[in-house]
């Protein structure tokens, strides 16, 4: 008896110290997901590649898993993160974030995110958002395609960015709209020497508010930033032309975005006293989990349309 006890007591030490003792990160160069959404290291490496696909490993003291996809070009200096995923505290998949590259200059660099939540109630929306940030940010720079495509997935949201000279030195202003043209979020940045400024250091960051637009506060930073509050789609998809409201800020640049397949492909206008005077077509990466992950992706976004329930942040 006294024998069996200190082997059933043995065996349990054993067990917690491999619990205890695993790695908290870890290279590997494949991923595997199962039907219940755990995310599943193939190939595990000892250390970092130096080319193609692979991806990072961290387990958290607060019991979260954090999984970056990563991609190192040939002859680049730096790996791409094509995507972040992230598991709950019972090591199933609960969100994924992609953020990519669309603007960058001396006003600091401008993302476009993609996040999906997959096991948490549809009140924690999925969203599509647009905002200037950090440019050491990890993010994919999408690819430009040489011509317009043949085809678009439909229309799934719209970005306003206008850019402006201003105190710290640059002003960015990045309107969301859902689909149906209907403003849903608004965020004011600053950048100084071509990176983003804390907003502490930005005067206009008072301004600035996200989600859902509240009558009261969204009058007057829209009339300040001459940010219309909807966007006849059909009308600027016609006539290439966005009426915008004249403002006292000198103006450095005004882009407009249309987000087609939430972030498949994203048309970007440029534009001038509101009409397009270029235009390019960027294409983000789709890794092989995003093939089979972005079914549930979109399947959450429709339940949210559905229910009413923003899409944009």
Same mark, same amino acid.
């Given at each position: 008896?006294?024998?069996?006890?200190?082997?059933?007591?043995?065996?349990?030490?054993?067990?917690?110290?491999?619990?205890?003792?695993?790695?908290?990160?870890?290279?590997?160069?494949?991923?595997?997901?199962?039907?219940?959404?755990?995310?599943?290291?193939?190939?595990?490496?000892?250390?970092?590649?130096?080319?193609?696909?692979?991806?990072?490993?961290?387990?958290?003291?607060?019991?979260?898993?954090?999984?970056?996809?990563?991609?190192?070009?040939?002859?680049?200096?730096?790996?791409?993160?094509?995507?972040?995923?992230?598991?709950?505290?019972?090591?199933?998949?609960?969100?994924?974030?992609?953020?990519?590259?669309?603007?960058?200059?001396?006003?600091?660099?401008?993302?476009?995110?993609?996040?999906?939540?997959y096991t948490r109630p549809i009140t924690d929306f999925s969203y599509v958002s647009v905002q200037s940030y950090w440019n050491q940010l990890d993010h994919e720079i999408p690819s430009e395609l040489p011509r317009p495509p043949e085809?678009?997935?439909?229309?799934?949201?719209?970005?306003?960015?206008?850019?402006?000279?201003?105190?710290?030195?640059?002003?960015?202003?990045?309107?969301?709209?859902?689909?149906?043209?209907?403003?849903?979020?608004?965020?004011? !940045? +600053? &950048?100084?020497?071509?990176? $983003?400024?804390?907003?502490?250091? #930005?005067?206009? *960051?008072?301004? =600035?508010?996200?989600?859902?637009?509240?009558?009261?506060?969204?009058?007057?930073?829209?009339?300040?930033?001459?940010?219309?509050?909807?966007?006849?789609?059909?009308e600027y998809v016609r006539s290439r032309r966005l009426s915008l409201a004249p403002t006292n800020l000198p103006q450095e640049m005004t882009v407009l975005n249309q987000h087609y397949g939430y972030n498949e492909v994203i048309r970007?206008?440029?534009?001038? !006293? +509101? &009409?397009?005077?270029?235009? $390019?077509?960027?294409?983000?990466? #789709?890794?092989? *989990?995003?093939? =089979?992950?972005?079914?549930?992706?979109?399947?959450?976004?429709?339940?949210?349309?559905?229910?009413?329930?923003?899409?944009?942040?």
């Amino acid at each position: 008896m006294g024998g069996k006890v200190t082997l059933v007591v043995l065996i349990s030490a054993l067990c917690l110290i491999s619990v205890c003792c695993r790695p908290t990160s870890f290279y590997s160069t494949g991923l595997k997901i199962d039907p219940n959404l755990h995310l599943i290291p193939a190939g595990p490496v000892s250390a970092e590649p130096n080319t193609d696909s692979y991806y990072f490993f961290f387990h958290s003291a607060t019991g979260l898993t954090s999984v970056d996809h990563f991609d190192r070009k040939p002859g680049a200096a730096e790996s791409e993160r094509l995507l972040f995923m992230e598991t709950d505290h019972n090591e199933v998949l609960d969100r994924t974030v992609k953020e990519d590259e669309i603007l960058k200059g001396r006003f600091g660099t401008v993302y476009a995110e993609k996040t999906c939540f997959y096991t948490r109630p549809i009140t924690d929306f999925s969203y599509v958002s647009v905002q200037s940030y950090w440019n050491q940010l990890d993010h994919e720079i999408p690819s430009e395609l040489p011509r317009p495509p043949e085809s678009l997935p439909p229309l799934t949201s719209l970005s306003l960015v206008r850019i402006f000279r201003a105190d710290p030195e640059y002003l960015v202003v990045a309107a969301n709209y859902e689909p149906n043209g209907g403003l849903g979020s608004l965020h004011i !940045d +600053g &950048a100084r020497d071509g990176d $983003r400024v804390h907003s502490n250091f #930005v005067p206009a *960051e008072q301004d =600035s508010f996200v989600q859902r637009i509240p009558k009261d506060r969204g009058s007057v930073a829209l009339k300040k930033y001459g940010i219309p509050a909807y966007i006849d789609v059909q009308e600027y998809v016609r006539s290439r032309r966005l009426s915008l409201a004249p403002t006292n800020l000198p103006q450095e640049m005004t882009v407009l975005n249309q987000h087609y397949g939430y972030n498949e492909v994203i048309r970007q206008d440029e534009l001038k !006293d +509101g &009409a397009v005077v270029s235009s $390019r077509f960027l294409q983000p990466s #789709v890794t092989v *989990e995003e093939s =089979s992950l972005d079914p549930l992706c979109e399947s959450r976004f429709r339940q949210q349309k559905a229910m009413g329930l923003p899409t944009v942040r």
